[in-house]
């Protein structure tokens, strides 16, 4: 295709995002009224709205200046277009190496009740070997999810929630928390909910994270476990096993 054309509608598209009131320039995200994708700044109008109608043309056009080796014309016509990725964010959730040494700190231990929880990939592996009797839902669907799920399921707590200025990565303020209290909890702070926090207690409960490997080893996953439990391999460094 002539350099004229591309250049013509490089200039058109960069003018209907102008006057869509979506000003781009090169390395920046054309804004508008819809939604924030991940790792993009901005928006994009409706497609057979505005300028988009004609973005499936342009992109055509910067393929075919690559293949006759335009390769010039194909970047300043894909400049009109470029956006800038975000930056990163500070991470939010810890690692699942953090959350080991976390429960295994705790021993496990719900640290609002006292009450023994257990590695959920644990149950995962009962539920292999054992799908009528303690059924697992991958969505948690509470008719067809064994109890001990919702009940025992180790999981990690903000003491001070994120919303109230916690920090989300401070293992002094991340504990073990059963479900139910996780649950009850919320985004609370403990005198809201009437809750304290226990002192770390001794003990040698594990929540069975000890013998996931044994475990694992004498499940069949291939033919009755389902595929998104993972193998002790991956496990073993975290969870301390």
């Known amino acids: 295709m002539p350099t004229a054309g591309l250049s013509r509608r490089r200039r058109w598209f960069a003018g209907a995002w102008q006057r869509e009131g979506l000003h781009v320039t090169p390395s920046t995200t054309p804004t508008g009224p819809s939604h924030d994708s991940p790792g993009h700044t901005g928006s994009h109008t409706p497609p057979g709205v505005g300028p988009s109608t004609a973005l499936p043309d342009l992109l055509h056009e910067i393929a075919e200046a690559l293949i006759e080796a335009r390769v010039a014309d194909a970047r300043r016509a894909m400049d009109s277009i470029a956006f800038e990725r975000r930056g990163s964010t500070r991470r939010r959730a810890p ?6 040494a976390i429960y295994d700190r705790d021993r496990y231990l719900c640290r609002y009740c006292g009450v ?3 590695l959920t990939p644990v149950m995962r592996l009962l539920s292999a070997n054992f799908p009528a009797q303690f059924p697992f839902h991958p969505n948690w669907k509470t008719t067809d999810t064994h109890p001990a799920y919702w009940s025992l ?13 916690g920090d989300p990565l401070d293992a002094g303020n991340i ?3 059963c479900w139910p209290c996780n649950s009850r909890k919320s985004g609370l702070l403990l005198d809201d909910v009437g809750f304290v926090l226990r002192g770390r207690e001794e003990s040698r409960w594990r929540g069975l994270a000890d013998l996931y490997p044994s475990l694992w080893v004498s499940t069949d996953t291939t033919k009755s476990g389902p595929t998104d439990i993972r193998s002790p391999d991956l496990w073993t460094s975290k969870f301390r096993m």
Do not use: C, Q, Y
Not at 95 to 100: G, I, T, V
Not at 156 to 161: A, C, K, N, R, T
């Open 116 to 118: 023994k929880t257990i």
């Open 175 to 177: 504990v073990t928390a």
């Open 95 to 100: 690692r699942e190496k953090d959350l080991a």
């Open 153 to 165: 399921s180790a999981t990690h707590d903000h003491v001070v929630p994120l919303s109230h200025g």
